[in-house]
């Protein structure tokens, strides 16, 4: 029978005795205790059936910690897709109408995981490749160094509309370029890979921070939930506690979930200011020209600019511009005084304060940044 490691308040959120903690037990009976459209997100790094044959040997004939757990270990592929079956049924059914999944594998199981995932009725968004820049050699030279690992990222149904992705924030963090779908990301090593008490990997799959930090700031909100059925020594809980959102953490292993627990307590969350991201011009609120002009930022008579004073029009009480032949918007005007076909008005004109030329843009922040207060 699982159990909960810790309690905690009643939040407004259906699992709410399960936020922020790790739930002790087999992972399918711990999802089965979540109830029905719980958690925004899952981050699942589930045993990748390896089938590891003997003892891995480097040339010096050192051994290599290889993955030869228990947990890992399936009689068939077909007990292996029953598995996987299962856990992701439970996953699709706690998920909430606006969630989405992602799995992460290697070329042993991810292509089993990704049919069984479509079968399921999830939708898949993208496969992500995770380059990894120091991946370990190919020690017996029989065949290409495995130096990446895939992830899929899926909506919970097929015709979903509406999942959470934070596109332009990507773009952001990769200096302004749009984020392609090949990752590449160290592997977990130095201070933040766990030892235990002997020195030996606390954990022999430990995923680095860096590639939850990714994940869970693309697909998720501050203040979502995050689960992961296979919490390990868990990585995902710590990115989630630090970037603002609850994580629900699933693991039967008792040194692991031991590594877990100490390993939350370090983890200091970032403060909420500093949790904003760069937003997409179609996710802020409209602020139609008039409204600068209705709230006095502007007022009616006052003479606009373009950068260089080439250019004048005059605010008039209903927000349109009137020049020397022409009335229109601020967008209209522009492109009428420069002979275009289309102008963006908020960049394009200009008004006098403190004997410099200020973009009439910064009054529309102005005002988004009052409504987002209210």
Not at 14 to 31: F, H, K, N, R
């Amino acid at each position: 029978m699982s159990k909960r490691t810790t309690q905690k308040p009643s939040h407004n959120n259906p699992a709410s005795t399960y936020l922020d903690t790790i739930v002790e037990g087999d992972c399918l009976e711990s999802l089965r205790q979540l109830p029905d459209e719980c958690v925004d997100l899952v981050f699942a790094d589930p045993p990748y059936n390896l089938q590891l044959e003997g003892e891995l040997t480097r040339p010096n004939n050192s051994k290599v910690n290889g993955v030869d757990d228990d947990w890992d270990k399936f009689d068939t592929f077909t007990a292996y897709d029953d598995f996987t079956r299962a856990w992701m049924s439970e996953c699709k059914r706690i998920l909430k109408p606006t969630g989405a999944l992602w799995v992460i594998g290697s070329y042993h199981n991810i292509f089993r995981v990704g049919a069984v995932l479509q079968d399921l009725g999830y939708w898949i968004l993208n496969d992500i490749i995770w380059n990894k820049t120091n991946p370990m050699p190919n020690f017996r030279g029989t065949r290409f160094t495995n130096a990446h690992e895939t992830l899929i990222w899926a909506t919970r149904d097929t015709n979903q509309k509406k999942y959470t992705f934070n596109y332009n924030a990507m773009k952001t963090m990769n200096d302004d370029l749009q984020m392609r779908s090949d990752w590449s990301l160290a592997l977990c090593t130095g201070d933040e890979r766990l030892k235990d008490s002997n020195g030996d990997k606390a954990h022999p799959t430990q995923k680095p921070e860096s590639l939850l930090h990714r994940v869970i700031l693309s697909s998720s909100n501050p203040g979502d939930v995050v689960l992961d059925p296979f919490f390990g020594t868990g990585t995902t809980g710590a990115v989630a506690k630090k970037l603002g959102r609850h994580f629900i953490g699933l693991e039967r292993e008792k040194s692991y979930i031991k590594h877990a627990k100490a390993r939350l307590k370090k983890v200091i969350p970032v403060a909420p200011e500093d949790l904003e991201v760069t937003q997409s011009k179609r996710a802020q609120p409209r602020v139609p020209f008039g409204a600068i002009v209705e709230r006095g930022l502007l007022e009616p008579g006052t003479k606009l600019y373009d950068p260089r004073k080439r250019y004048a029009a005059r605010v008039r009480a209903d927000g349109s511009l009137v020049c020397a032949d022409a009335t229109g918007s601020i967008h209209k005007i522009g492109a009428h005084v420069q002979g275009l076909e289309a102008c963006n008005g908020w960049t394009f004109w200009h008004f006098e304060a403190e004997r410099q030329l200020k973009p009439i843009d910064i009054l529309r922040q102005q005002v988004r940044a009052e409504m987002k207060a209210n």
